[in-house]
């Protein structure tokens, strides 16, 4: 019988212990890297459907005051007031609107297998989706991506890593001990039957470890470097990103603005040219086209209302952080 007590190693088995944390935790921070990116995919599509509901209500407007000056214009033609041409360019432009209408949602519906793909789950293209109100005001500082945690998690298993190399460089202690029963024993003078035993200490020491220690060690430090090289870098362009979010952030609000201004003035034409349609004064073709400039007008408004909370969520987005 055999036995072996290790009594000094240098700490690997602590430093492996340790070293299979870290990378377990690596692996952890991995996945939420990429599901990070899928977050921001997520995003994009979601508010890319807001965009074309709001598009959608904005073509179902255009097609309620069509039908509804087409029915008045109908009237006309028939008491011999307007000509029939009159009529017949409002429902061209009836049957265009209704074209566009279907365009927009079969870009809806597009756009719900996408997000259904993303998040695994079937979803109904009739659901409308509900804005989210992020947090709108004030510049956010606290940065909680994923990537940053995987940068300083990678640093510290190659810390480890060095730890570990360097244990190569120690003499490794051990207890040792043996026992039999038989003839001879360690004693080969004597031929009875008779119990042994042995006691010792154990060193051992590999050479190439100890001297490929410091060429393994160097090549640690250049790939921690490396890593610190990627975390600016990754650091330097998150930046970047949120200063340009913040300036379009600023530009949506001025466009917002004046869409509302715009609005006004469009609303006033459009209600003149329906009273001077009505009268002949102007034909159907310049009405449908002040009609389309208030149409266009609302859906700006409307549009830019819903890029400025895509503006601000993806702020947050950008960094790590929920749209609370």
Not at 110 to 133: A, C, Q, R
Not at 151 to 169: I, M, P, R, W
Request: proline share 2%.
């Amino acid at each position: 019988m055999q036995l072996s007590q290790n009594i000094y190693n240098g700490g690997v088995t602590a430093i492996r212990k340790d070293l299979e944390r870290t990378q377990g935790m690596q692996e952890v921070l991995s996945t939420k890297v990429e599901l990070q990116q899928v977050r921001a995919q997520i995003d994009q599509v979601y508010f890319g459907i807001l965009l074309s509901q709001q598009q959608m209500e904005a073509t179902k407007l255009m097609i309620s005051e069509l039908d509804e000056r087409l029915e008045g214009v109908r009237s006309k033609v028939e008491n011999g007031v307007l000509l029939k041409s009159q009529q017949l360019i409002l429902e061209a432009g009836l049957i265009k609107a209704k074209q566009d209408s279907a365009s927009i949602m079969a870009n809806i519906t597009s756009g719900y297998l996408v997000l259904g793909e993303l998040i695994g789950e079937k979803l109904n293209p009739f659901i409308k989706l509900t804005l989210p109100d992020p947090v709108s005001e004030g510049v956010v500082t606290d940065v909680a991506r994923p990537e940053m945690a995987l940068f300083e998690n990678s640093v510290k298993a190659l810390e480890q890593q060095k730890k570990l190399v360097q244990t190569g460089k120690i003499p490794r202690i051990s207890a040792f001990g043996s026992a039999a029963y038989g003839r001879p024993g360690l004693n080969f003078l004597n031929d009875d039957f008779h119990d042994y035993y042995m006691v010792g200490l154990r060193l051992n020491w590999n050479l190439m470890d100890f001297l490929n220690a410091d060429e393994q060690n160097e090549v640690l430090n250049i790939r921690q470097k490396t890593i610190r090289q990627n975390e600016e870098s990754f650091t330097l362009q998150l930046q970047t990103q949120l200063s340009r979010i913040e300036e379009r952030i600023k530009a949506i609000k001025e466009n917002i603005i004046h869409d509302k201004e715009i609005i006004e003035i469009r609303e006033l034409v459009v209600a003149e040219s329906s009273n001077q349609l009505e009268n002949g004064v102007i034909t159907a073709t310049e009405y449908i086209t002040e009609l389309t400039h208030a149409n266009r007008a609302r859906l700006s408004l409307l549009t830019n209302e819903i890029k400025l909370v895509q503006a601000r969520a993806e702020y947050r987005t950008a960094l790590g952080l929920d749209l609370e």
